[in-house]
T-cell receptor
Framework: GAGVSQSPRYKVAKRGQDVALRCDPI?????LFWYQQALGQGPEFLTY????????KSGLPSDRFFAERPEGSVSTLKIQRTQQEDSAVYLC??????????FGPGTRLTVT | EDQVTQSPEALRLQEGESSSLNCSYT??????LFWYRQDPGKGPEFLFT???AGEEKEKERLKATLTKKESFLHITAPKPEDSATYLC????????????FGAGTTVTVRA
């Protein structure tokens, strides 16, 4: 079956612009996660959804970051008023009945 | 605080030269340890989950082992296609979903 997909794959934003990153999880996966990965580092947890409920948003770096999953499938990570420090790869992962998280290819965000 | 440390940061191997990567962790009540492979420009690809000390899992030229304080990823007779960054992760705190990742070991295998 299809894996996790993310779009766009690359995004360049001018500082101060708003961006929206999309994640399509594996069909039927209840749990969805967003991570941020800086160059040369491992992914850092941002937020967790179970179906449409956002159960943990403790990793979101500021109130400029907002995530939603209104129908319990597709999720969007929105960053308002982007700053240079927001430049990173944003990864989405989903999990079904097993314990493992399956990752998408990521969106590379560059803020200029 | 829960921590995951991987060593070495980089590993250069000749094709066929076996080696091991280390992942040490400090977390109370381990709820599993995960190994992922990440190729440049791609997301992490799941390899293994280990749950208890003494457990071993194998996939092709890779074998993962787990002790109470660390995990090893052994690469036997590597090929150039094994070149990648290998990440380990453990669930953080009292939950089973918030993964803490190490910074990874970048393996380069020369033909």
């Amino acid at each position: 079956g299809a894996g996790v997909s993310q779009s766009p794959r690359y995004k360049v934003a001018k500082r101060g612009q708003d961006v929206a990153l999309r994640c399509d999880p594996i069909s039927g996966h209840v749990s969805l996660f967003w991570y941020q990965q800086a160059l040369g580092q491992g992914p850092e947890f941002l937020t967790y959804f179970q179906n449409e409920a956002q159960l943990d948003k403790s990793g979101l770096p500021s109130d400029r970051f907002f995530a939603e999953r209104p129908e319990g499938s597709v999720s969007t990570l929105k960053i308002q008023r982007t700053q240079q420090e927001d430049s990173a790869v944003y990864l989405c992962a989903s999990r079904g009945d097993s314990y493992e998280q399956y990752f998408g290819p990521g969106t590379r965000l560059t803020v200029t | 605080e829960d921590q995951v440390t991987q060593s070495p940061e980089a590993l250069r191997l000749q094709e066929g030269e076996s080696s091991s990567l280390n992942c040490s962790y400090t977390v109370s009540g381990l709820r599993g340890l995960f190994w992922y492979r990440q190729d440049p420009g791609k997301g992490p690809e799941f390899l293994f989950t280990l749950y208890s000390a003494g457990e071993e899992k194998e996939k092709e030229r890779l074998k993962a082992t787990l002790t109470k304080k660390e995990s090893f990823l052994h690469i036997t007779a590597p090929k150039p296609e094994d070149s990648a960054t290998y990440l380990c992760a453990v669930p953080r705190g009292t939950n089973d979903y918030k993964l803490s990742f190490g910074a990874g070991t970048t393996v380069t295998v020369r033909a």
